[in-house]
């Protein structure tokens, strides 16, 4: 990836190597940082996912990106800010000509029935005083054919496109669609990001189990709330859900 990549705040910029996490090296400075400063690596030893998952992260294959930004306010104005990084994502990849990414609650980005990107936003700070944020996106490029360890059907922008993609274009234009949302973000909460989220929802009116633990739930899916809750409607209703170690699956 360059390092003159053409976007609206370049001088916030670092490409680098290989780290361990983009998420961690912006955690780690995360005191010294302005909003929107950024971080790229050609590949990661220790990508992350939620809750302790790896996130295979071969050299050169992929974009690995992270934003900081700082959130006056505390944790529950972040609530739904992974499916607002979700329809930046979308967004970007319609500028690259790319139309069917789709959107998996809670920070999936998939297309063809596969997983094409993954958004992981990472939180610190106290409630009352605000909270620094890092922004964690792995968007799959090119992946070897041979890579190990994803557990789950992968894809990537080089099946899926008819035109080869450019990394350092593909980078610019992320970062500023995620600039421009998390302003929007910041300003207005997820409303503004609700509509266009349900349109790419892979779920929509579709049958699916909620896995939580031990407990499975199964129902239509009928999109989110402006909360970014999940609503299901099930035999006995419309019902909520919110974050935490949930998984969606196709019934
Ligand atoms: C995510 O977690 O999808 C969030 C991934 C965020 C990665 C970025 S890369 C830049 C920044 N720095 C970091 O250290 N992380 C962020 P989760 O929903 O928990 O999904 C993890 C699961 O996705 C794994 O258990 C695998 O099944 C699958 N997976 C792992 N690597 C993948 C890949 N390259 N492509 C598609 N799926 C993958």
Not at 173 to 199: C, M, N, R, T
Request: net charge negative; aromatic share 6%.
């Amino acid at each position: 990836i360059s390092k003159h990549l053409s976007c609206m705040n370049i001088a916030n910029v670092e490409v680098l190597n290989v780290i361990d996490s983009t998420n961690q090296y912006i955690k780690n400075k995360s005191g010294d940082l302005v909003n929107g400063h950024v971080c790229l690596a050609e590949a990661q030893t220790a990508g992350r996912g939620r809750h302790g998952r790896e996130w295979v992260s071969p050299y050169g294959a992929s974009l690995y990106l992270s934003m900081h930004w700082h959130f006056t306010g505390g944790y529950t104005v972040l609530a739904g800010l992974s499916l607002a990084i979700g329809v930046a994502v979308a967004n970007t990849l319609k500028l690259c000509g790319i139309d069917d990414a789709r959107l998996k609650w809670p920070n999936d980005i998939y297309a063809q029935g596969k997983k094409l990107a993954g958004v992981l936003i990472e939180v610190e700070g106290q409630i009352g005083s605000g909270c620094d944020c890092v922004i964690g996106i792995g968007l799959n490029v090119a992946l070897p054919n041979n890579v190990k360890n994803i557990d789950q059907p992968w894809i990537d922008l080089m099946q899926i496109s008819e035109t080869p993609i450019d990394r350092n274009q593909l980078a610019g234009y992320l970062i500023d669609e995620l600039h421009a949302s998390l302003l929007l973000f910041e300003q207005d909460g997820l409303k503004p990001f609700v509509e266009q989220w349900k349109q790419l929802d892979v779920y929509a009116n579709r049958a699916i189990r909620l896995i939580m633990g031990q407990k499975t739930i199964e129902g239509i899916g009928r999109g989110i709330d402006t909360n970014g809750a999940l609503l299901l409607e099930t035999q006995s209703g419309l019902q909520s859900f919110h974050g935490g170690e949930i998984s969606v699956r196709a019934k």
